[in-house]
């Protein structure tokens, strides 16, 4: 395993420490690392909570901060985070509006954040993020996986809470874009988890993983590599087959897993827009970059959100965290 | 070679295109794809011109806006631009102040800016930057090589632009933030350049290249990999001993390759971090991202800047680019 490291057993926390020194000005660690919190809480805003199994960095910490998460909950590499750390996270920043949680759709994370609920003394709404089209069911979810979809509803709901939105406008909201969105995803090599300290999954050196997960779960089909072209043309399809798009401008977000370089995602990009076009879809926005990664792993997802005006308005609020800051 | 792709020859171009149009906003392309330019002007401003061989994205043309450079030529990958792509963009975006070229210290990017500021019609100053440690004279330079730290000049240069600094001021500046920089990296797997479909170089599954360049030009030596606290160790020792730091305030910057997660960066960040403190210097500013790569390459460098006051307020200054973007 070729990975920067002292110990296996403290990659999370050292990681942890290095995120939280370095944006001091936006996040502080909750003790024992079972959280990393928005510095300044801002009283009456709905608190919004998201978490999950480390190892897709810059999500979720990276998204804390004014205009998206108030915190997020770090499990260890692809594990989802306990209950008592979702319950410390809640207990800190709500403030009296109440508390929604935005979870990835996998068993761990559902039973986790549910028990968490339970225990939470303010009221708690959550929304299910579940925009993988690849594949019904999976080995850790039932239903569709939560992939890097996550990313825009995490985006949108949080500049709503911003703009003091209620806890069911919130929950709706997000519903609303989870419904509009859908993602899937292709691995050209797997990732390597450090405590395994070797490849989740053995692939050829010239197949791919098409519709993989992002913890190397199986997708539609291992097969020969193609082109990008031939990769977009699919994956477009697919989504413009599952969304109704007609006449709605979209978000198109192509994300990278962690080892591919910009130059190939913005060629991926470059792809998929010409699909969408190609279609009448108008590309109103765009995101490019490593946002849901995979440790290591090389490989993109491409994201389209159908986006009515007040969606392009929100996505558009500012936003000031570690990974994504605008108009702040 | 597994990479996203069309054909090889289609890359760069193809890449380039996605990029202008993920980034209307910000950037425009030149006729040919021959450089990326700021898409508004400042008339009366310094021109700030960067460029080089491509494979390093996000620098340069993601450093093309409000507060940094005003355009960026683009070569093939890990090739020069040619002189008359310089000479263009220098035409294109000299508004009667003058340019200022930042140069990274490689023999082909050297000849080729000075060819061009031989044609251009405005006056033309440079700064060249050589803030890699690593190694004296290397595969394609004479002295020491212009690595990571030319985004610390472009930043700061840019800052001191917007602001009205005239050629002669930033010329002086930029030599001085490149005086006050050092970096040094290691790679923990070669990149795959698209044209040859094959790893540049070899290394063993247990091995690192200490001081890699960043076209993948040998370092100091080849040996086991270690832990991440003692290679960051002998880079903030071979820097601490190279810069005068006593009671200045630094910016730290820990830059992925490429193929290196964020969360691994973070925990380099957080080693060198606590190695800098250990000798009693103060981290005032920090960078942890994949901002000056090497296509898909494992593996990072650190970064050291001293700042003085003045320094650090042009690197707070607004700046909106594709890769980096606060205040504004």
Request: net charge negative.
């Amino acid at each position: 395993m070729k990975k920067f490291v002292n110990a296996v057993d403290t990659v999370l926390t050292e990681s942890l420490d290095g995120f939280a020194a370095a944006h001091a000005d936006i996040v502080q660690l909750g003790g024992g690392h079972k959280f990393v919190r928005r510095k300044s809480l801002k009283p009456g805003k709905v608190a919004l909570l998201s978490g999950g199994g480390t190892g897709h960095e810059p999500l979720h910490a990276g998204f804390v901060g004014a205009g998206m998460l108030d915190a997020a909950c770090p499990g260890q590499i692809f594990t989802s985070p306990t209950p008592d750390q979702m319950a410390e996270a809640m207990a800190e920043i709500d403030t009296g509006a109440g508390t929604l949680l935005i979870v990835k759709n996998y068993e761990g994370d559902l039973m986790n954040f549910e028990m968490a609920a339970e225990i939470a003394e303010g009221r708690v709404e959550r929304v299910v993020v579940n925009d993988d089209l690849a594949v019904e069911d999976s080995l850790y979810t039932i239903g569709r996986r939560g992939v890097a979809g996550t990313l825009v509803v995490e985006k949108l709901v949080g500049a709503a809470a911003e703009r003091g939105a209620d806890l069911d406008a919130l929950k709706a909201l997000g519903e609303g874009v989870n419904a509009a969105t859908r993602s899937m995803g292709v691995a050209l090599t797997s990732c390597t988890v450090p405590a395994a300290g070797k490849p989740m999954f053995e692939l050829g050196a010239d197949e791919m993983e098409f519709g993989v997960g992002i913890h190397g779960e199986p997708g539609r089909r291992r097969e020969k590599l193609r082109s990008a072209d031939s990769i977009a043309e699919e994956i477009v399809a697919a989504i413009a087959g599952d969304l109704s798009l007609a006449k709605t401008p979209v978000l198109l977000f192509v994300n990278g897993f962690g080892g591919t370089p910009s130059m190939e995602l913005y060629l991926m990009y470059n792809a998929a827009r010409r699909m969408l076009e190609a279609r009448g879809i108008v590309v109103a926005r765009s995101l490019v970059g490593s946002y849901v990664t995979s440790l290591d792993m090389a490989g993109c997802s491409i994201t389209v959100t159908a986006l009515g005006d007040d969606l392009v308005a929100l996505w558009d609020a500012p936003v000031h965290t570690a990974a994504l800051r605008w108009g702040a």
